[in-house]
């Protein structure tokens, strides 16, 4: 299974860009990478998700590395409700997401 | 659309006691997945069901049962409880299983096993 590497914790401030990476150096051509998070007390939910190109939606923006071995989410404003653990995931073929840790990202008012 | 419901909320069981958790959703999803997340841990796939009347082992699907009763509900079943199975339960749908596809996660299930 292609894995994926991110810091344990990451901490921002309030209204700042926040940038969460994620190495996936094993990625194969068909991976797509998804990014989920993890509000407190609550099951995770999708953030954004791209195979090759820069995305943007409404909650974040995801950068991928030319050579697809890394990719930052972006988070325009960190705002206290950011507050989460969030998940890169390689979706390997058809299979089901695996969920490694994460990054718990901390927001200071 | 309330989404993906899961009962109950709070469980507390002895060791050897069996419960089946409930799990249904309301999109019209033809996928649906069980995972456990143990403190301080990502969450584990338990089994899945790509499909209505299919079901498959995840990562850790030992001591657990599954039932896709229909398209919207998917149970999982412990039938022998053991302290090790304490964790939170979480229910997941997608419209399908392969390629992108948003999962969509219930609100969990706290499960203790004294």
């Known amino acids: 299974d292609a894995k994926t590497t991110q810091p344990n914790s990451m901490e921002s401030n309030e209204e700042e860009p926040v940038h969460l990476p994620c190495n996936h150096s094993t990625i194969s051509g068909t991976d797509y990478i998804h990014w989920y998070r993890q509000l407190p007390s609550q099951g995770p939910e999708y953030v954004i998700h791209g195979l090759t190109s820069n995305v943007n939606n409404r909650m974040a923006s995801l950068a991928i590395a030319e050579d697809r071995k890394s990719s930052t989410l972006i988070l325009h404003r960190a705002t206290l409700r950011d507050a989460a653990v969030y998940y890169c995931i390689l979706r390997v073929g058809y299979t089901p997401l695996v969920f490694g840790k994460g990054t718990r990202l901390s927001v200071i008012a | 659309n309330a989404g993906v419901t899961q009962t109950p909320k709070f469980q507390v069981l002895k060791t050897g006691q069996s419960m089946t958790l409930q799990c249904a959703q309301d999109m019209n999803h033809n996928s649906m997945y069980w995972y456990r997340q143990d403190p301080g841990m990502g969450l584990r796939l338990i089994y899945y069901?790509?499909?209505?009347?299919?079901?498959d082992k995840g990562e850790v699907p030992n001591g657990y049962n599954v039932s896709r009763l229909n398209k919207r509900e998917f149970s999982l079943r412990l039938e022998s409880a053991a302290p090790s199975q304490t964790s939170v339960y979480f229910c997941?749908?997608?419209?399908?299983?392969?390629?992108?596809?948003?999962?969509?996660f219930g609100p969990g299930t706290r499960l203790t096993v004294l």
């Open positions: 997941a749908s997608s419209e399908k299983s392969g390629g992108f596809n948003e999962q969509f």
């Open positions: 069901s790509a499909s209505e009347g299919t079901t």
